[in-house]
């Protein structure tokens, strides 16, 4: 397996666009995360699916952002409109079952900029 | 408001010594407890995850609970330069799983 598969790998936008950000979990994992880390606020999770439905979304920082898993292979995260300070590294990990019981694989990121 | 501090460190340490990563937090009520491993650059690593109710060995890894204390601890055995990594607590309330940062302790092994 390719492992957890992110892109784009870098996106440079300017603020007020859509920005879409992908992920392709590992075949088979149930669970799938959304994190993100900045310098000023360190790494946060924003969201996680189970069986693609989100079970927590409590990470969110605002309406701006979105999320979704149509199916067991794919989601994305989406932030409209993106401001600066929604610049950061956007990571996406999945796993085969909760933290609790399983590793978790992360994918190489997507670093965002917003001008 | 929910805080979890950690020391930014550098923690340097021999290499074959014992590594401990503290970790305190504010939330009373919290119940699970991760670790987290990132190399310069790199994407993070869940390393540990314990709950409350007990300390988890993993190879040369050791999560500690003290809850009277409001800590966490990391304990590395028998360190190698390749732990030489930021590690990240992160504390979560309940059956969550989105928990609260720190900002991580940067541990430097050294020959």
């Known amino acids: 397996d390719a492992g957890v598969i992110q892109s784009p790998r870098h996106e440079v936008t300017e603020m007020g666009q859509e920005v879409t950000l992908r992920c392709k979990p590992i075949?088979?994992?149930?669970?799938l995360f959304w994190y993100r880390q900045t310098m000023m606020r360190g790494l946060e999770l924003l969201i996680y699916f189970n069986n693609n439905v989100p079970i927590d979304d409590s990470g969110m920082p605002e309406d701006r952002f979105s999320a979704k898993m149509p199916n067991a292979s794919f989601s994305t995260l989406k932030i409209q409109p993106s401001e600066p300070r929604d610049s950061a590294v956007y990571f996406c990990a999945s796993s085969l079952g909760p933290p609790s019981y399983n590793e978790q694989f992360f994918g190489p990121g997507t670093r965002l900029t917003v001008l | 408001q929910k805080e979890v501090e950690q020391n930014s460190g550098p923690l340097s340490v021999p290499e074959g010594a014992i590594a401990s990563l503290n970790c305190t937090y504010s939330?009373?009520?919290?119940?699970?407890f991760f670790w987290y491993r990132q190399y310069s650059g790199k994407s993070p690593e869940l390393i540990m995850f314990?709950?409350?109710?007990g300390d988890k060995e993993d190879g040369r890894f050791t999560a500690q609970l003290n809850k009277a204390s409001q800590y966490v601890s990391l304990l590395i055995r028998d360190s190698q330069p390749s732990d030489s990594a930021t590690y990240l607590c992160?504390?979560?309330?309940?059956?969550?799983?989105?928990?609260?940062f720190g900002r991580g302790t940067s541990l430097i092994v050294h020959p």
């Open positions: 075949s088979g994992h149930d669970y």
């Open positions: 939330d009373r009520g919290s119940q699970s």
């Open positions: 314990i709950y409350s109710n």
């Open positions: 992160a504390v979560g309330q309940g059956g969550s799983y989105i928990p609260t």
